[in-house]
Each structure stands twice: as C-alpha cells, then as structure tokens.
C-alpha cells in the first residue's frame, strides 16, 4: 500500500510530504490557491500508468503540467512514493531533457538525506546524479532500477499478490488490450481524481468495467460485416445477370463469329491490293512520264496548234484584213473623189471659163495687197519706231520741207550765200555752220566775214578747225529741189508707218484675211487644176475594187479550211490530255486508295492473292469494310451493355468472351458457393447480434440485482435510497432483436418472429446509421439515478448536474463509483487504496462520517482538502503561504511531518 507521497522541488514545493501509514483519513487544510489540489492530484504519477491519460488541474495534460511538478529541470526535481508491500520500496519519478517522466524503482525505505541537503537548518535539493550515487552507497546490492512502461504497470497493478504491487487486482480485471498500460481500475480510478467531471457517460462505463463486458462490442454491422452482406449481394446479383444476359451473350458471339469473318475477307482484300499496288503505279508513272509516247504527242499537236496552224491562219488573216482595209480605203477614197467633182462641177481649167479665170485674177490682185502690206510692216518692225518717234519724225520732216521750201524761195537771200564775198570763207561757213544757220536770212548777218584765218572764234573762244574738211562744192537751188522731194517722200512713208502703227492689229487682221483667201482660192484653182485626174483616178480604183472582193473570197474560203483543221487538231489533243488526265487521276486515287488501306489498321494482312481486278479491289474493301464496322460497333456496343450489366471492366473482347461463357458455363457451382456464402453470414451476423443482446440482458441484471442492492446499504445527507435505472434504446434494440433472427438462405431471410420486410428494413436501417461503426453496449441505454429521500418521495437526477447541495453530488458520485472500484480489488487491510476527497467543507458532518466508515471497511483511505479543519478526520497537514523574499517573489513551500501533527476528533471513530 502507499505510505508516504514526497514532492521536492516543484515549481510550487520546495518539499513537501504526507505520511499516511495507519490513517482511516487525512486532511490538507490550506487556503485557496495555495497549492493542496497540485500535491493530492500526483496520485496521477502512480496511479494513472498511461501517460496520455492524466490529467491535472483544469483538465491539463502531462505536456502542459511538466514545469509545475518538475520546475523545468531534470535535475532536481522528484516525486516519491512509499510502499510497504513485505517490506518498503519506492517508486521515484523525474523529467527527462525530452520534457517527459521516467519512472526508477528503489528498494528500502524512504531516506530524506539521500535526496535532500541540509545545512544551518537550510536545505537544497541534491543533483539526480548525487542521489543516484547515495542511493547505491547506501544499498549497494539493490541499486534503483529504472522501470519500463510494462515493468511500471506490474509493479502498480497486478493480481499476484507474491510480486507485491501497489494495487492487488482481482483477476477479472484485465488491461485494455495488450500494449495497453490502463485497465479497468484506472479508467474508474482517473474520474475520482476529479469528481466534478463524472456523467451519465463516464458512468455507465464505470458500471460497464465492474459487470466486465466493456470490451465485447457488437462489430457484425461494421464495415467489414458490410463488405461481406456487399460481396454476397454483389455475386447473388452478378449470377442473375449471367442468367438474364445469356441471350444477347449468344447473340454476341455470332456477331464476333461474324467479325472474325469478314476480318479475314479484308485482311486477304488488303493484302492483294498492297501487293499489286507497286506494279500499277509503275504502269501508270510511265504513261504519265514527260519522255512517255504519249506526253511527247500531247507537246507535238500543241506545237502543232499554237504555232504552225495558229501562223498559217494569222498568215490568212492578215491577208483578209489587209484586203477588206484596202478595198474599204479605195471605196472611201472614191467617195471622197465624187464629193469632190461634185463641188467643181461648175469650173474647167480653161482659158474658156470665165469662174475659173476670174478666180485667178482676184487671186492676184489679193496676192499684190498683202506684198504691199507686209512690206510696211516689216519695214515698221525693222525700225522699231514707236508711234511718238514717227510723229516727231514727221513734224521734223514737215519742219525741214519748209525750210527747204523757204531755202528754194529765198536761195538768194541765204545767209551763207551773203556772209562773205570770199568763195572759200563761204564753204568754211557752210562747212562749220549748221544747216538752220547756213540757211537763215541774211538780215542776221551782222558783220561780214571778211577773214577766215584759223583758229575759229567763237564768241570768247577760240577753236581750232583746220583739220575740218572744207566742202568743195556749195549746194545748188535743184539739189535743194531735190532734197525737198526726197524729204517729201519720207514724210509719204512716214504718215504710211504711222497709220500702220496707230491699226497695226487691223493691218496684221486684213493681212491674215488676205493669207486665208489666196490659200483658199490657190488650193481650190489647184483642184479645179488636178479634175481630169480625179476622173482617172475614180476609174482605175473601181477597176481595183473588183480584184480586191476576188481575192478576198478566196482567203475566207482558205481561213475557214484553215479552222477545220484547227479544230480537229484540237480534239484529237483533248483526247490525249483526257487520256493522261484519266492515268493521273487514277494513280492520284490508287495513292490516296494505297494510304487508305494502309491506314485501317484494325485490319491485318492475310497474305493470300486474291483473283480481283485491281480497280475493283477498292470499292469491294470499303464496302466490306463498312459492313465490318457496323459489325463492330454492334459488337462492341452489344458488349458494353453486356459489360456494364455484368459490372465488368474488360477491354478485350476475346477476354469477355472466353470469360462470361467460362463463368455461364459455371452458373451451378457458383449456386453453390452463394449458398456457403448465405450460410456463412447467417452464422457471422445473426449469432453475434444475439450474444451482444444476451450481454445487456446480463448487464441489466447485474445492475438491478447486485449493483443497486451494494447502493441501498449507504444512505446520503437526506437520501434514503440510491437506485440506479437502465432506459433502453427501444429503437436499436429492437432493430437489433430483429437482426439477431437473421437467417440467410437463397436470399436475406428471417425467422418467423418477423415478417421478412420488417427485418430486412431493420438491417439496412442500422448498417446505414452506423457508417460500418461498432455498436457498443452504451450505445443500447442511458442511465438515469433514482433517489429517495427521507419523506418517501423520489426523484430522477442527472449526473451532469448538481444533485441536491454541493457536498451531497459530491458524496453521491464518490459512492456511485467506490460501489464499482472495490469490486476490482482485493479487500484486504495491506492493499489500501488511496483516494482524493476536495471540498470537504461543503460534504457536512454528517456525510463525512458516513464516507470514512465507508472507506474503513472497503479499504480506502480518503485525502480530503479543505481552507478549514473538520471534525471526524484523523489526520491533517497545515499548509500555510510562505512570505515573500526580499526581492518580494514566493517563497516555495514547505510542509511535512514537523510542519503538522495528527488530531484525533472525538467523533472519528
């Protein structure tokens, strides 16, 4: 049993241990949040041997609880337990660096020095490896041992009593499968560690553990019971279908005997024309050949008719058209011939015709006038005098002929005739002096020259003039008669010019009128001249005229030859290109018809020469070929349908076949091995539905007749009577007793109890609930608690609530699950089982005592915490909150043996 429980250095401990020994009861008496939960639940250390199944304060898991317990370090920090089983041992538990427990066995008693320093009444928790060490010194032939998960276990629980476990279980309580490290004492054990979690679930598996029949779960209508009831379905319906299949299965294979055949035809069709495909597209490449006879003829008729013939007949044509344009030009030219005598009807180039002779007389009269026109006015354009220089012209000319006029009148009386009476002074005179001075009246003179020494004066001036020539001769009164006239003259053409100058564009005008006539009337006296030409002419050409149409009759005769012969040269080439056209387009077919035939590759040669014309070999293919593919494709769908009816998945058709008449063939044995199939889940479903029924039955009862007789031993605060009910689930059940009647035969079948629907409906309804899912036994109740109280009256609770006060649910569930827990052990005064009481305050006096003298007798001892003492516990441990250090953190605590001392109340016995 355990004796001592020792924490040293947690996170909230420095060290701290009870001693239990003798006690019927114990209390830690702390305020809140001090820390009497965190000691009492490391009963999770010892007895909770799964480690995936503690659980701390606030529902931590071990992870998450590793730092409170063990201070982060797996160095210093430990939890012990005591036993005395034939003497003591220990069971030491520490951290590891991978932040998990390990567990070390020590034989001897507990000694606080191997683990603890002490120093000026101080003291420090030892290294790991200094304790190992003291603990081998001390006992050197029993060093501590460290326990495997399955070595920990037996050595917790066991139903040996010789191995000394902590725990002494029954027999009938086994682990919960074979790598297991829990049981059914600690699946109950771990809900009264914390009360307060207990419901209707944790419940009736707890009353499940103590019947023994937790682990006999109903797996007939899980997924492999599925599978079977599927595969007997599936071959049930896959015979029928051979059945109902097997006339279009005889159809198919006569549409495969079919498709066999026609595939040979093909194949030996494909074959001949491959084989003599090379030969004729030789024949057909040489006849279509550029060098062939053949092309060679083609190129000789088109060299015929594109260049000889087409010659020959432009040759003709040209002759034609020069024909027709002559013959068209002469007539046109005699009609213009004719136009023209008809116009000169009326004149003769004779000395007799008066028109004629007349016409030429105007003609020179008009030639003199524009002789005479021009000549003034190219004489004007060669002076290129402006109409102002011509009138000053003639004003000087008028001017000169009154001079000269005067000079004849006055010749006597000139100044240079009276200005000296030397001969030779008078010529120098002449000769030096201007002619309007010369010629001034002698009335100017106003002193004779008497001598004409050189130099000449003049005015103040002198001049010489002697190398002036002297004119020899004087003029006479008939040169100054003379001048006159020529003076006389110039101003005629003067005043000509002018009047031409001032109408010069009237002048130009007249001239090119004048031009216009003598051309018109010279060209029509030349046509009058040229009328007996005409004549001629008009009479040769009709003469030519008639040769011409001659000629031309004979060159259509020949051009129209010419296009006969064109045009049977041209058919006679048609008829060649058509025939190489033809050996093309068949060679073209013939490649396309070869890659065609190729390129079926469904259908494989047969090589055999069939005796078919090549030509024909083609069309027979494809029409054999069609009809094979219609073949085909009812084939093949014919055997989908047949394939998807079956629930098959075979590609090869020759497969299927062989297959399905394999399997037709077969149709009596596989009767038979649905028959053992039937049989076989007649035994597997029906059978352990009925057991599984049959262990409820059993459950109920144990329930009922053991379970609530144990409970109406104890009253409870105000409770006189405790009762626990099943309330079925009628629905599963009943589906279940109807499944549990199942007999399979030829088909789903049932006893006589039910009718065949109602339980085939049952079946199908459950396995379609549970998805394949086991059935467990809890899965068929629920639990309700039945109370009586003292006043007779009685009351349905449920356990996830609070029942009454708070101290009456927790007493209630504590007996609910101790009636279980001391079933599955030994009762027996050296196999005590320690336990966790909170909240004692709020139990009441009266319940306390009624659970420890429950407790006494069934060997539990409880440990109780409270912020307060109470009455009846034997024994008890102050936990008091240390002070703060000088740095103002916590203190660790400290309580033990010298910090508490047992207090007997008078009512604890």
């Known amino acids: 049993m355990l004796n001592k429980i020792i924490i040293i250095n947690s996170e909230l401990y420095a060290k701290a241990s009870i001693h239990i ?278 190129r000789t008729l088109k060299t015929k008719i594109d260049t000889t013939l087409k010659n020959e007949r432009d040759e003709l044509i040209g002759k034609k058209t020069t024909n027709e344009n002559k013959s068209i030009a002469i007539q046109t030219e005699n009609k213009n011939l004719s136009t023209e005598l008809d116009e000169l009807k009326e004149y003769e180039p004779s000395a007799e015709n008066l028109l004629y002779q007349g016409l030429k007389n105007n003609l020179i009269e008009e030639q003199g006038n524009l002789t005479e026109l021009i000549s003034q006015l190219s004489q004007l354009e060669r002076s290129q005098f402006t109409e102002k220089e011509i009138l000053n012209t003639i004003k000087t000319l008028k001017n000169d002929i009154d001079k000269k006029k005067n000079a004849i009148n006055r010749f006597d009386n000139l100044l240079y005739q009276n200005i000296s009476k030397d001969e030779n002074t008078i010529k120098k ?90 051309k018109t009337k010279t060209e029509f006296i030349e046509r009058i001249d040229k009328k007996p030409e005409l004549l001629s002419k008009i009479e040769s050409n009709l003469t030519e005229i008639g040769l011409l149409e001659k000629n031309l009759k004979e060159i259509i005769e020949n051009i129209s030859n010419k296009d006969l012969e064109i045009d049977k040269t041209k058919t006679a080439l048609s008829l060649k290109i058509e025939e190489r056209k033809k050996y093309q387009n068949d060679l073209k077919n013939f490649k396309n018809q070869y890659q065609i035939i190729s390129e079926t590759t469904d259908i494989y040669e047969i090589e055999e020469i069939l005796e078919i014309d090549f030509e024909n070999i083609y069309d027979d293919f494809q029409s054999k070929y069609r009809k094979f593919i219609r073949i085909k494709e009812n084939r093949n769908s014919l055997k989908n349908d047949l394939n998807d009816t079956l629930k098959m998945d075979v590609k090869d058709i020759k497969k299927f076949i062989r297959d399905v008449d394999e399997e037709i063939i077969n149709i009596p044995q596989s009767q038979k091995i649905i028959d053992g199939l039937l049989d076989t889940l007649s035994h597997e479903i029906g059978s352990p539905t009925d057991s599984f029924l049959t262990q409820f039955r059993d459950f109920k009862t144990f329930v009922s007749r053991s379970y609530n007789q144990k409970l109406a031993e104890y009253p409870i605060s105000n409770i006189q009577g405790v009762k626990v009910k099943i309330e079925e689930n009628e629905d599963l059940i009943n589906d279940l007793d109807k499944i549990s009647k199942l007999k399979l035969s030829e088909r789903l079948d049932f006893g006589k109890t039910y009718s065949y629907e109602e339980s085939k409906d049952a079946l199908e309804r459950q396995l379609s609930n549970n998805n394949g899912k086991t059935i467990n036994i809890v899965d068929l109740f629920k639990i309700n608690v039945e109370i009586t109280k003292v006043t007779g009256k009685t009351e349905t609770i449920d356990l996830s609530k609070q029942v009454q006060s708070r101290g009456t649910n927790i007493v209630l569930k504590l007996y609910l699950f101790l009636n279980i827990l001391k079933e599955l052990v030994h009762n027996n005064s050296e196999n005590r089982v320690i336990i966790y009481v909170d909240e004692l305050d709020a139990i009441g006096q009266k319940n306390v005592k009624h659970l420890i003298q429950f407790c006494k007798v069934n060997h539990f001892v409880p440990i109780f915490a409270a912020p307060r003492k109470v009455e009846g516990i034997e024994k008890y441990y102050l936990i008091k909150e240390p002070q703060k250090d000088s740095k103002n953190q916590r203190r660790k605590i400290s309580f033990g043996e010298l910090q508490s001392f047992p207090v007997i109340y008078r009512d604890a016995e």
């Open 21 to 298: 020994g003798e006690s019927a009861s114990i209390q830690i008496t702390a305020e809140n949040n001090v820390g009497k939960s965190s000691f009492i639940n490391a009963l999770n250390f010892l007895y909770i041997t799964d480690k995936d199944q503690m659980r701390f304060e606030d529902d931590r898991k071990l992870s998450d609880s590793m730092k409170h317990y063990f201070d982060g370090t797996s160095l210093h920090s430990f939890i012990i337990f005591e036993i005395i089983k034939n003497g003591y041992y220990s069971i030491l538990v520490k951290a590891t660096p991978e932040n998990t427990i390990e567990y070390y066995k020590i034989t001897g008693e507990y000694d606080e020095s191997c683990f603890v320093e002490t120093q000026n009444n101080k003291f420090k928790a030892r290294k790991w490896s200094d304790v190992l060490q003291n603990l081998t010194l001390k006992n050197p032939t029993d060093v501590p041992v460290k326990l495997t998960n399955e070595e920990l276990y037996n050595l917790v629980y066991n139903s040996d009593k010789n191995k000394n476990p902590v725990v002494w279980l029954k027999k009938s309580v086994k682990r919960n499968g074979r790598k297991s490290f829990s049981n059914s004492f600690t699946d109950i054990y771990r809900h009264l560690i914390r009360t307060s979690d207990i419901n209707e679930k944790s419940f009736k598996n707890a009353l499940l553990v103590a019947d023994g029949q937790q682990h006999f779960p109903l797996n007939v209508l899980s997924s492999s019971s599925f599978e079977k009831i599927d595969e007997f379905e599936k071959k049930k319906t896959h015979l029928q279908r051979l059945i109902s299949i097997k006339p279009d299965f005889e159809k198919l294979k006569l549409l495969n005997d079919e498709f066999v055949s026609h595939e040979s035809i093909l194949g030996k069709h494909k074959h001949t024309f491959l084989n003599k495909f090379n030969q004729v597209e030789q024949e057909l490449s040489n006849k279509i050949d550029e060098n062939s006879e053949l092309s060679i003829s083609i």
């Open 429 to 518: 005179v002449y000769s030096f002096l201007n002619r309007d001075v010369a010629e001034l009246d002698k009335s100017k003179i106003k002193n004779p020259i008497t001598k004409s020494d050189s130099p000449l004066q003049f005015f103040d001036g002198l001049i010489d003039v002697s190398d002036i020539k002297i004119e020899t001769e004087l003029p006479t009164i008939n040169q100054l008669k003379d001048e006159l006239i020529s003076k006389e003259k110039e101003l005629n053409e003067k005043n000509s010019q002018l009047k031409i100058v001032q109408n010069r564009k009237g002048v130009e005008k007249e001239i090119e009128n004048l031009k216009t006539s003598i």
